[in-house]
């Protein structure tokens, strides 16, 4: 195993200075980092993720909500919730984060290709799938059937609102919404992700299926797939989300059992996890 002092390690454990180029506001507790690389380019894969240091506050995994092949500068898309993310939604244009990464397992877009894509996504969730929507779309024909199902609580909380509405209008992506409570101007389904899945058509032998979101979310999606479609369990893939602090596998914060959240996910074959999912992180 590594150590900490180990010339390698050490490069990775270094941020290295992006410069926020702009913020945008998405929902009332989420926005999103449009992050410029210094070197010109960051390459990852959809579903990586980067850890991001908020100058003399801390450092939090966020994954990367842009496209991999418009990588000039990155998108992360990020919820407000305690020190760290509080500090990186109060940067404007000109700042800089440091960052390390990226880090984890991809979606397995690659393995995939020629099989129906079924993408399920929970409230913020649909942040780390949103690489992934757009490796389907900008290589269309490696897919079948592109299926993108999204579920929030009410509908100002849409994510990425525009984006579904024009994946809504093509012919060739099923895209549906639904929220958990409705207000007067919601015209559109009502109630958890899973009650969509029966609206739409893939064929459970032919298809992947992508879900983010909440644990419970992942859980039921996943045992909904399973028992009511017959998708085979390993060709669902869901993501962990663990407090870290390496996120290359040296420290051990992140460790359950053999596995390291950090470095063997954040993405797993939902049968690697789906015990995990009942354990809080630390
Ligand atoms: C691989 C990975 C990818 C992630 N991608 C995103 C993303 O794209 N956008 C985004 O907004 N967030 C993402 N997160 C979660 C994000 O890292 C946490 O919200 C962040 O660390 C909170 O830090 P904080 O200092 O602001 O809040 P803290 O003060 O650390 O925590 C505030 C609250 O959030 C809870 N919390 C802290 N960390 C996590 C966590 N990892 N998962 C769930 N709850 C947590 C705490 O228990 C507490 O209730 C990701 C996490 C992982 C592990
Ligand atoms: S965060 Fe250190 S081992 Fe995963």
Redesign the pocket.
Known sequence: METLTEPAVIDQMTPIPFRVRSVREELSH?FTLELEPPNGGLEFRPGQ?TMIYAFGI?E????I?SSSSKATTIL???????????ALGRLKSGDYVGIRGPF?TPWPMQQIKGRDLLIIGGG?GL??LRPAIYQAIENRSDYERLVVLYGTRTPDDILFARELREWGERTDITTMITVDAADRGWNGAVGVVTRLIGRVGFDPANTTALVCGPEIMMTVTAERLIDGSSVAPEDIYV??????KCAIGVCGHCQFGGKF??TNG?VFQYPAVAELFDIK?V
Request: with cysteine.
């Open positions: 989420t993720f801390g939090v995994p966020i994954s909500s992360q898309t990020i919820r407000r919730t305690g020190a760290v993310t509080h984890g913020i942040a780390p993501t962990m989300e663990r407090n870290m959240i950090c954040a992180g």
